[in-house]
C-alpha cells in the first residue's frame, strides 16, 4: 500500500507574508473602490426641492469666512436663489479661541447676502460634521422639515450623505465644484472617515447602504 504523504505545515515567516499580502492587497483595493465611489458622488450629485438647505460648516479666518466655508455659502445661497427650500440651516461651532462660530459666520454672510434673517436657523453646538447633522436634525424636528439639500465639498458628499442617512435624515447634496490643490489627500482622508463611521457604528452603516 501506498503512503499517504504528509501536508507540509506553512512555515511561519512565509504564512506571515502571505497573510501581510494578503491585507495590502485589501487596503489597496478598498482605498481604489472606495476613491472612485466619493469622486463618483461627487460629479453625480445635485440638491432637489426640499424642506431646508443645510450648510456644512468649515473653518472661520479673522471673523470671515475661510475660502472653504465660503464656497459652501455661496453654493447654498445659490440654491436659495433657485428657491429649492425656504430655510437654511447654518452649522458649526467655535474652531479657533476668539473666533465666531461657523454658524454664525455663515448666518452673517447670508444675510449681508439679502437672505432674509428669520430664514435661517443656526446650529453652533457641534464640532463634527455628524454633529452638524444630529444637531440639524433636532431642528429639522423642531420646524416640521422633512428633507434637506447637504451643502459641502465635492470629495465630502459620499461621507456626509451616510452620514445623513445614518441619522434618518432624507437628504441630496449639493455639493462644491471647485477641485482642491490636495485632492489626492482629502480623497484618501474620506476614505479613512468612511471606514470610521463603519467601525464606529456598523449597524446603522450597513442600514444606511441599503
Known amino acids: 500500500m501506498m503512503k499517504k504523504r504528509k501536508k507540509k505545515k506553512l512555515h511561519p515567516v512565509r504564512l506571515f507574508f502571505r497573510l501581510l499580502l494578503s491585507a495590502v492587497l485589501a487596503v489597496v483595493l478598498y482605498f481604489g473602490g472606495m476613491s472612485w465611489v466619493i469622486l463618483h458622488t461627487w460629479k453625480t450629485s445635485s440638491g ?15 471673523g470671515k469666512p475661510s475660502p472653504a466655508l465660503r464656497e459652501r455659502i455661496e453654493i ?10 425656504p430655510r437654511i440651516i447654518a452649522t458649526g461651532g467655535i474652531g479657533l479661541p476668539g473666533e ?30 455628524y454633529e452638524n447633522l444630529q444637531n440639524s436634525r433636532e431642528l429639522m424636528e423642531r420646524y416640521d422639515m422633512r428633507s434637506a439639500i447637504l451643502v459641502t465639498h465635492g470629495y465630502h458628499a459620499f461621507r456626509a450623505r451616510m452620514m ?5 435624515i432624507d437628504s441630496t447634496v449639493e455639493p462644491v465644484q471647485v477641485r482642491p490643490l490636495r485632492l489626492a489627500y482629502y480623497t484618501l482622508r474620506e476614505c479613512g472617515g468612511v471606514a470610521y463611521l463603519f467601525v464606529t457604528d456598523p449597524l446603522r452603516f450597513i442600514k444606511a447602504l441599503l
Open 48 to 62: 432637489t426641492p426640499s424642506d431646508g438647505i443645510i450648510v456644512l460648516g468649515a473653518a472661520v479666518w479673522n
Open 76 to 85: 447654498a445661497l445659490d440654491a436659495w436663489n433657485n428657491k429649492l427650500a
Open 100 to 129: 465666531p462660530s461657523e454658524a454664525a459666520t455663515i448666518k452673517a454672510y447670508l444675510v449681508q447676502r439679502g437672505v432674509p434673517a428669520d430664514a435661517i436657523l443656526v446650529e453652533d453646538k457641534s464640532r463634527s460634521t
Open 164 to 168: 445623513a442617512d445614518m441619522l434618518d
